[in-house]
């Protein structure tokens, strides 16, 4: 069995989509989330399913990172799920857990990527560059912001009337469905 951690910083929305998903399941457990924000709707959405919770602010993520990474091997974490988690990982976790790290990107990497390209801001910059396509990266974590190896890219038609609003849902609906299976993907691979 694998067990995973997922990292979020938001509402958690697809964090639940992945309790739900993996329930019952004999092949993965996810067993904690860690969030760095004390009034993320995570938090919430976690309890409701029994998660246990860790708060780890920016300032621990990067001041005591060996500590982090050594709880998590004393939780036996076999992979690390980032869920809308605003923070940069250290490389530390990188090297730590190398291809062990997932996270979901709303556009189509390289693209519309990096620092400060989250959430709205990437829909906005996709609509104003005249794109006929967005879609959604998941990708494992390297160094860099969105920069690691391509797991699956599930890309969605952008009409002429669409806004930023309107192109969200259509990504919000693809990371529903796809990034239950690309996780999937990866534990019947391993």
């Known amino acids: 069995m694998i067990n995973a951690a997922i990292f979020a910083s938001g509402e958690g929305t ?7 998903f993996f329930a019952g399941d004999s092949r993965i457990r996810i067993k904690l989330v860690i969030t760095n924000r004390d009034d993320a709707g995570v938090i919430a959405r976690a309890e409701k399913h ?16 060996e500590q982090i990474i050594e709880f998590l091997q004393v939780e036996k974490i076999d992979l690390i799920i980032l869920a809308g988690f605003l923070l940069k990982i250290p490389e530390a976790f990188v090297k730590a857990f190398p291809e062990r790290i997932v ?34 990266t998941i990708h494992y974590v390297d160094g860099e912001y969105d920069h690691g190896a391509t797991i ?39």
Do not use: D
């Open 103 to 136: 996270n979901i990107h709303p556009a189509l990497l390289p693209k519309f990527g990096g620092k400060g390209m989250y959430g709205m801001h990437v829909h906005r910059a996709v609509i104003a560059a005249h794109e006929k396509e967005s879609g959604i």
């Open 50 to 65: 029994r998660k246990t919770v860790q708060i780890v602010s920016k300032e621990a993520l990067n001041n005591y990172t």
């Open 14 to 20: 697809n964090a639940e989509n992945l309790f739900t």
């Open 152 to 190: 699956l890219q599930v890309n969605c038609p952008i009409s002429e009337m669409e806004t930023p609003e309107s192109l969200a849902q259509k990504i919000h609906e693809l990371e529903m469905e796809y990034y239950p299976k690309a996780i999937e993907r990866l534990i019947e691979n391993k």
